[in-house]
């Protein structure tokens, strides 16, 4: 390394941190308004069209907001990693409240006690956050892990959590419109029961594919490739 390599590093290093930690903020930002938005209408639409379904993609839309809330506390402190097995633990737990919901409403949808009547609403919601959260999670994901963020890392699962979701509700909403299959949407969400249940155990332990820290900063090679 040159003596000039040497000298502005550190200092290039430190300013693409604090670029990267702000980066999280906004997409954060982005996330928790667009859900809270998306959680009212979801909810509306699904009660005066008795569709549980979009009832439960509401109450998704909340338990993403709690885990991009975490976040968002996470990074407003000065040094973000004091506070990162707390917001882990955060995300962990929404991703089992949402498999947990998943699963009962499934059961329920399956065991033919609850049918989701059509909503040209929940079909429009539903096709808009498809396009959106792919693209938020995306973002998300490739900041945290340039920034070595697991807690970020795992909040843009979530947030593609609630894509898979999206597409599986859009999917039953579109199918029953056409068809009257009202099976299809529960089946799709039992699956994301499951990814839901396998991603939450891995917040849970800390297990996302990131780099640690002190390999951003140079301290030490990672030895990690980027499964990312």
Known sequence: MSPSDSATAPGDTDERTRTLQRRIRWIVAITISYN??????????????????LVGFGLDSIVEVLSAAAIAWQFAAPDP???EKAALRVIALSFFALAAYVLIDSGLSLLGL???DQSLVGIVLTAMSLAVMPLLSLLERRTGAELGSTSAIADSKQTLICAYLSAAVLAGLVVNALFGWTWADPVA???????????GIEAW????CTSPVSALTGQHDSGLEDCC
């Open 205 to 208: 332990k800390g297990d996302t």
């Open 36 to 53: 809270v938005v998306e959680a009212v209408v979801a909810i509306a639409a699904g009660a005066v069209a008795s569709s549980v379904a």
């Open 114 to 116: 609850r049918d989701a």
């Open 189 to 199: 969400a039992l699956i994301i029961a499951g990814f839901a249940i396998k991603e």
């Open 81 to 83: 990693e004091t506070r």
